[in-house]
């Protein structure tokens, strides 16, 4: 099956730090990408979608300037939490899919604890 | 707006047996796709099956099987032969024909096989 390399597998920082995450597709084109949130015991909450070369759709409430997102290449994503504070601690997962009706493929996750 | 409800917070069976995970969904939509995602405590979200909403013939996937009635808008997974690698949050999502690709999840289903 198709393999998503994602890391850091867990970061840990300090208030005020910029924490940059890594997801890349290692043996097919990625189309469009998604950034999720999990918070403990829930669902996925979809953060943002995004296409090779454009620019990221936010969902409702999720701040673009905290959370960047640059979808570089059909083979890299990366998710920058900036001025990172506490709250932002979270599980976060990213996706690829690679053409219409094919399922997403997850990378392993990061989690993300800010002191 | 789509919505998937997943009515079982938490499951447990004894190893071997069978286990029947239910999801119902909420569309407007006449196709449509619909995915059994599991993540075991690594936390990787792991595909377990898909379904076409225009095929009749119910998916199967080795052990795993689905039950798709489209008129009750239901979607449920039988687990043959429980194993304790089973032992996993099982989501639902659904996914819109000609929409950016984006899945709507179920709350999930915490399913623990007991040795």
């Known amino acids: 099956g198709a393999v998503v390399s994602q890391h850091p597998s867990r970061v840990i920082c300090k208030s005020g730090t910029s924490v940059k995450i890594e997801c890349r597709s290692l043996d097919f084109q990625a189309t469009t990408m998604f950034w999720y949130r999990q918070f403990p015991k829930q669902s996925l909450m979809l953060m943002a979608t995004s296409n090779e070369g454009s620019k990221a759709t936010y969902e409702q409430g999720v701040e673009k300037d905290k959370f960047l997102i640059n979808h570089a290449s059909l083979t890299l994503s990366t998710l920058t939490v900036t001025s990172a504070h506490p709250e932002d601690s979270s599980f976060y997962i990213c996706?690829?899919?690679?053409?219409?009706?094919?399922?997403?493929?997850f990378g392993d996750g990061t989690r993300l604890s800010i002191l | 707006a789509q919505t998937v409800t997943q009515s079982q917070p938490e499951m447990s069976v004894q190893e071997a047996e069978t286990v029947t995970l239910s999801c119902t969904y909420d569309?407007?939509?006449?196709?449509?796709?619909l995915f059994w995602y599991k993540q075991p405590p690594s936390r990787q979200m792991i595909l377990v099956i898909r379904q076409e909403a225009y095929k009749q013939q119910n998916a199967t996937e080795n052990r795993f099987s689905v039950n798709f009635q489209k008129a009750a808008k239901s979607f449920s997974l039988k687990i043959s032969d429980s194993q304790l690698g089973d032992t996993a949050m099982y989501f639902c999502a659904f996914m819109k024909i000609y929409s950016n690709y984006q899945l709507i999840w179920g709350a999930g289903t915490k399913l623990i096989i007991k040795p």
């Open positions: 569309t407007s939509e006449s196709n449509y796709y």
């Open positions: 996706s690829f899919t690679s053409a219409p009706a094919q399922p997403q493929h």
